[in-house]
């Protein structure tokens, strides 16, 4: 054989071992092929942080691991159940029933730490591996659990934001995840001449909320103190700007941990400050006064004749304590709370306006909140209004709301009459720049005389009240109590109610409108006994925080 | 000539061989390296978003009330004269 004749059966051969090698890995064993080599891989984008108006954080993330076994790769299944389980405890039987041999790839547990990463790494088991992640990390824990909301999984497994800011402003927060495709050898390493693509993630929005994280610690510290001591079934504090209608502190008891929200039902996910419908009672009444002000239906000078309870239909209508004052101006009749008052006020606006002005002031739609979960906004139709309806609705009873819906319309009382759009968020940044979000005017509901007044009123109403609170000295505070009862099965129970305060501070130029609600105290069943009190020791903290000296 | 040419040619061959290694092995450890930094970037990343959580963590209000409550610097501790100044004007 000459010599050329065995270089060429010598690359002949070599030609066939090489055909035979690609006939093995393309056709025979070609799923392997495609995953050993080219490997693609989503990178997980950042979740945006929410921050407090301080920058503050308030829900922020930390490094976790999903920890995955290649079943097909497992020697023993039992020996290897026994070790992950001895780490991370999650029964022996649940553990089996994952590890399916058929089957390249399972997903075993996600959102380890770093120390749990460790000890399983420590197991020196071979079959397993681990992917990168992210989870969230609550610096304050649950103290805005109900604002915040919380991040769990869609049906896919993906990481979705669920009510309050979170559930709003998922889309931001979630950002677009990358991808990187790269060829790689046996070992895991880049192979340089393949395929090396690489679509860098986009990380999720941060959030700066209008909260104060302050405001909201003592809200909370104040609201607990309140429930326990009033025995009450549970309670909101709403603190916000009159004048921007940006929220200072929304905190609602009882709330969920927003670390371990899945030992929770869904009710205690839904944030009664924007999803719970309560009957105002008598802190609707300055909507009514406000308005016949505006209508100019009654004059802050006139004088009504308190002389005894009011009958409309087969109704009677009597004040809270069935006592009667006989000639009282309309500033008393907020003073005094007086049911049969203000149901003459209403007689002097007329059902017409009454309806109107309740559309006007938004209790008909949505306040628009940037929260998820809000109620929406329900009015019955003018036709299906009786005359008792306009009666009893002129001290806050036979009509709902959210707490939200008061602020809204409360604060336009107080501002001039704007009613604002109320908002949590104040700036969204991203690495394209940053988005601020300013004050919404709606539409106007009052004048800025008529808000000048009421205002004086309910200074009036906490100065001359029922009541006497323990009001810091040399501040002017205004508000208005609320007591409503609670309807069930058709009927008002006397014995259960709503206690509300609402009220501002300082008159002149308000900085804080706060709503106080308690449900079903057991102390009493007032909200000047029960919700009052807590207001005014919320408001006393406010006014040294915000540095507001005396008037 | 024809020889020098041939050994031209087995030269050139020789050459472009270790070339080749010399490319390949380079772009192994070129591999090896980004594999590393690839993965130092990842370390990196956790371990300072673990810091940035550790310091938000003692910065937080949970944090200090914790804090207060093991110094018992709590409300039956406070100061009264705070509250009446003549309490402070005795001390």
Same mark, same amino acid.
């Given at each position: 054989?000459?010599?050329?004749?065995?270089?060429?059966?010598?690359?002949?051969?070599?030609? !066939?071992?090489?055909?035979? #090698?690609?006939?093995?890995?393309?056709?025979?064993?070609?799923?392997?092929?495609?995953?050993?080599?080219?490997?693609?891989?989503?990178?997980?984008?950042?979740?945006?942080?929410?921050?407090?108006?301080?920058?503050?954080? /308030?829900? *922020?993330?930390?490094? =976790?691991?999903? /920890?995955?076994?290649?079943?097909?790769?497992?020697?023993?299944?039992?020996?290897?159940?026994?070790?992950?389980?001895?780490? !991370?405890?999650?029964? *022996?039987?649940?553990?089996?029933?994952?590890?399916?041999?058929?089957?390249?790839?399972?997903?075993?547990?996600?959102? !380890?730490?770093?120390?749990?990463?460790?000890?399983?790494?420590? /197991?020196?088991?071979?079959?397993?591996?681990?992917?990168?992640?992210?989870? $969230?990390?609550?610096?304050?824990?649950?103290?805005?659990?109900?604002?915040?909301?919380?991040?769990?999984?869609?049906?896919?497994?993906?990481?979705?934001?669920?009510?309050?800011?979170?559930?709003?402003?998922?889309?931001? /927060?979630?950002?677009?995840? &990358?991808?990187?495709?790269?060829?790689?050898?046996?070992?895991?390493?880049?192979?340089?001449?393949?395929?090396?693509? #690489?679509?860098?993630?986009?990380?999720?929005?941060?959030?700066?909320?209008?909260?104060?994280?302050?405001?909201? @610690?003592?809200?909370?510290?104040?609201?607990?103190?309140?429930?326990? =001591?009033?025995?009450?079934?549970?309670?909101?504090?709403?603190?916000? +700007?009159?004048?921007?209608?940006?929220?200072?502190?929304?905190?609602?008891?009882?709330?969920?941990?927003?670390?371990?929200?899945? !030992?929770?039902?869904?009710?205690?996910?839904?944030?009664?400050?924007?999803?719970?419908?309560?009957?105002?009672?008598?802190?609707?009444?300055?909507?009514?006064?406000?308005?016949?002000?505006?209508?100019?239906?009654?004059?802050?000078?006139?004088?009504?004749? @308190?002389?005894?309870? *009011?009958?409309?239909?087969?109704?009677?209508?009597?004040?809270?304590?069935?006592?009667? @004052?006989?000639?009282?101006?309309?500033?008393?009749?907020?003073?005094?709370?007086?049911?049969? &008052?203000?149901?003459?006020?209403?007689?002097?606006?007329?059902?017409? +306006?009454?309806?109107?002005?309740?559309?006007?002031?938004?209790?008909?739609?949505?306040?628009?909140?940037?929260?998820?979960?809000?109620?929406?906004?329900?009015?019955?139709?003018? =036709?299906?209004?009786?005359?008792?309806?306009?009666?009893?609705? =002129?001290?806050?009873?036979?009509?709902?709301?959210?707490?939200?819906?008061?602020? $809204?319309?409360?604060?336009?009382?107080?501002?001039?009459?704007?009613?604002?759009?109320?908002?949590?968020?104040?700036?969204?940044?991203?690495?394209?720049?940053?988005?601020?979000?300013?004050?919404?005017?709606? $539409?106007?509901?009052?004048?800025?005389?008529?808000? @000048?007044?009421?205002? #004086?009123?309910?200074?009036?109403?906490?100065?001359?009240?029922?009541?006497?609170?323990?009001?810091?000295?040399?501040?002017?505070?205004?508000?208005?109590? &609320?007591?409503?009862?609670?309807?069930?099965? &058709?009927?008002?129970?006397?014995?259960?109610? *709503?206690?509300?305060?609402?009220?501002?501070?300082?008159?002149?130029?308000?900085?804080?409108?706060?709503?106080?609600?308690?449900?079903?105290?057991?102390?009493?069943?007032?909200?000047?006994?029960?919700?009052?009190?807590?207001?005014?020791?919320?408001?006393?903290?406010?006014?040294?925080?915000?540095?507001?000296?005396?008037? | 000539?024809?020889?020098?040419?041939?050994?031209?040619?087995?030269?050139?061959?020789?050459?472009?061989?270790?070339?080749?290694?010399?490319?390949?092995?380079?772009?192994?450890?070129?591999?090896?390296?980004?594999?590393?930094?690839?993965?130092?970037?990842?370390?990196?990343?956790?371990?300072?978003?673990?810091?940035?959580?550790?310091?938000?963590?003692?910065?937080?209000?949970?944090?200090?009330?914790?804090?207060?409550?093991?110094?018992?610097?709590?409300?039956?501790?406070?100061?009264?004269?705070?509250?009446?100044?003549?309490?402070?004007?005795?001390?």
């Amino acid at each position: 054989m000459t010599k050329p004749r065995i270089l060429l059966l010598s690359f002949l051969i070599l030609y !066939l071992l090489i055909i035979a #090698k690609l006939f093995h890995l393309q056709i025979l064993n070609s799923a392997s092929t495609d995953t050993t080599y080219l490997k693609t891989n989503r990178i997980p984008p950042e979740r945006g942080k929410i921050y407090d108006r301080n920058s503050q954080p /308030l829900a *922020v993330n930390k490094p =976790s691991f999903l /920890l995955y076994a290649e079943p097909k790769k497992i020697p023993s299944v039992d020996e290897f159940v026994s070790k992950i389980d001895s780490v !991370l405890q999650l029964g *022996v039987a649940s553990l089996s029933a994952k590890i399916d041999k058929t089957k390249d790839w399972v997903a075993i547990k996600g959102g !380890l730490d770093k120390e749990q990463k460790q000890k399983l790494l420590d /197991l020196g088991l071979k079959a397993i591996g681990f992917e990168d992640g992210y989870q $969230r990390y609550y610096p304050e824990s649950s103290l805005s659990a109900h604002l915040l909301g919380f991040v769990g999984k869609d049906f896919q497994g993906e990481d979705v934001g669920y009510f309050g800011v979170e559930g709003y402003y998922n889309r931001d /927060l979630a950002g677009l995840p &990358g991808i990187i495709k790269s060829d790689r050898d046996i070992l895991g390493r880049p192979i340089l001449i393949g395929t090396q693509q #690489k679509l860098d993630p986009e990380n999720g929005r941060d959030l700066y909320l209008t909260i104060d994280k302050s405001v909201q @610690e003592m809200a909370k510290r104040k609201l607990q103190a309140g429930i326990e =001591s009033y025995q009450a079934k549970e309670g909101c504090v709403l603190i916000t +700007n009159p004048e921007t209608l940006e929220i200072l502190a929304l905190t609602c008891l009882p709330d969920f941990d927003v670390d371990r929200y899945y !030992l929770f039902s869904e009710e205690f996910f839904k944030n009664p400050a924007i999803s719970n419908l309560y009957e105002p009672g008598s802190t609707f009444k300055p909507f009514i006064m406000a308005s016949a002000l505006e209508e100019k239906r009654v004059h802050p000078d006139d004088f009504y004749d @308190e002389t005894g309870p *009011v009958r409309i239909g087969e109704y009677t209508i009597k004040t809270w304590n069935n006592k009667y @004052e006989g000639k009282i101006s309309m500033t008393r009749i907020l003073e005094k709370s007086s049911n049969v &008052g203000i149901v003459h006020v209403a007689n002097r606006l007329g059902g017409k +306006n009454i309806y109107s002005y309740l559309r006007k002031f938004g209790f008909a739609d949505l306040s628009g909140i940037d929260l998820q979960g809000e109620a929406p906004g329900y009015l019955r139709d003018e =036709s299906a209004w009786y005359p008792i309806d306009y009666a009893t609705v =002129s001290f806050g009873q036979g009509i709902a709301l959210t707490p939200i819906k008061m602020m $809204r319309a409360f604060a336009s009382l107080i501002n001039g009459g704007k009613l604002l759009k109320p908002y949590v968020v104040q700036r969204i940044n991203s690495l394209a720049g940053s988005k601020t979000i300013q004050p919404k005017i709606e $539409r106007r509901t009052i004048s800025a005389k008529t808000s @000048e007044i009421i205002k #004086k009123m309910l200074l009036s109403a906490v100065e001359n009240g029922e009541v006497r609170w323990a009001k810091p000295k040399g501040y002017e505070i205004a508000g208005k109590t &609320g007591t409503a009862q609670i309807p069930i099965q &058709g009927h008002y129970d006397p014995t259960k109610t *709503v206690a509300s305060f609402i009220g501002f501070a300082p008159v002149s130029r308000p900085k804080f409108l706060a709503l106080v609600i308690l449900r079903e105290p057991q102390s009493s069943p007032w909200g000047s006994e029960t919700a009052g009190p807590l207001f005014f020791d919320i408001a006393k903290e406010l006014l040294v925080y915000y540095n507001i000296a005396p008037e | 000539m024809k020889t020098l040419t041939k050994y031209l040619i087995l030269l050139i061959f020789l050459a472009l061989i270790a070339g080749n290694i010399f490319v390949f092995v380079y772009s192994l450890n070129l591999s090896d390296d980004i594999n590393h930094f690839e993965k130092g970037i990842e370390k990196l990343h956790q371990e300072n978003l673990n810091l940035e959580n550790k310091i938000y963590e003692v910065d937080s209000l949970q944090y200090a009330a914790s804090i207060a409550a093991q110094l018992d610097f709590i409300k039956k501790a406070e100061p009264s004269y705070l509250e009446n100044l003549k309490y402070a004007k005795n001390q």
